[in-house]
T-cell receptor
């Protein structure tokens, strides 16, 4: 199985901060990497697909980049509604695997 | 609007089976595969498998092979996930999710609200 190492596991930040989350795959997954946001009690929400494609309706402060094994997810200016847990997901090879998640908390 | 509505909370004893339904609306059911994902309390996301709603082909996570069956009823645009021989490790929220590109397991653009399954004696 492809292991997805996501870091950090948690971070504290303030409104307006720029934050970056990384996801490293244990092997080449090309661009088959998605990013989700999950708030407590809610289902995950797809933010970015295929490493860098911003989903319709998702604010442009969210960006994704990367190829191969190393990927980055950035929020350029953190907003109050962005405090949540974020997961990366690879789907290049079965089984689909997720990163361990990054909990973004208010400083 | 696109909706995936799941069946309600389940409480099961160890060794029992559970079947969760995922009723879809707002799109053509047979054009988009469905994946199932679960999340144990306080834990991360775990992919369980996916089913093609057109031909019924499935792929399951190796660790669940032999215990899980995913099916669909195209007449009601509903997907089902059955998990057998439950243990306490199966206590989790189970979610269905539509596959954005139609086929394959991901990415998943619309999700059900989740179904809590508690396994306890």
């Amino acid at each position: 199985d492809i292991q997805m190492t996501q870091s950090p596991s948690s971070l504290s930040a303030s409104v307006g901060d720029r934050i970056t989350i990384t996801c490293q795959a244990s092997q080449d997954i090309r661009v088959y990497l998605n990013w989700y946001q999950q708030k407590p009690g809610n289902a995950p929400k797809l933010l970015i697909s295929d490493a860098s494609h911003l989903e319709t309706g998702v604010p442009s402060r969210f960006t994704g980049s990367g190829y191969g094994a190393d990927f980055t997810f950035t929020i350029s200016s953190l907003q109050p509604e962005d405090f949540a847990t974020y997961y990366c997901q690879q789907y290049d090879k079965l089984p689909v695997t997720f990163g361990g998640g990054t909990r973004v908390e208010i400083k | 609007q696109i909706q995936l509505v799941q069946s309600g909370t389940e409480v099961k004893k160890p060794g029992a089976s559970v079947t969760i339904s995922c009723r879809t609306s707002g799109y053509t059911f047979t054009k988009y595969a469905i994946s199932w994902v679960r999340q144990a309390p306080g834990q991360g996301l775990e992919w369980m498998g996916w089913i093609s709603t057109y031909g019924g082909n499935t792929d399951y996570a190796q660790k669940l092979q032999g215990r899980v069956t995913m099916t669909t009823d195209t007449s009601t645009s509903t997907a089902y996930m059955e998990l057998r021989s439950l243990t306490s490790d199966d206590t989790a929220i189970y979610s269905c999710a539509r596959v954005k590109w139609g086929t394959g397991p991901a990415p998943n653009d619309y999700w059900g609200q989740g179904t809590l399954v508690t396994v306890s004696s």
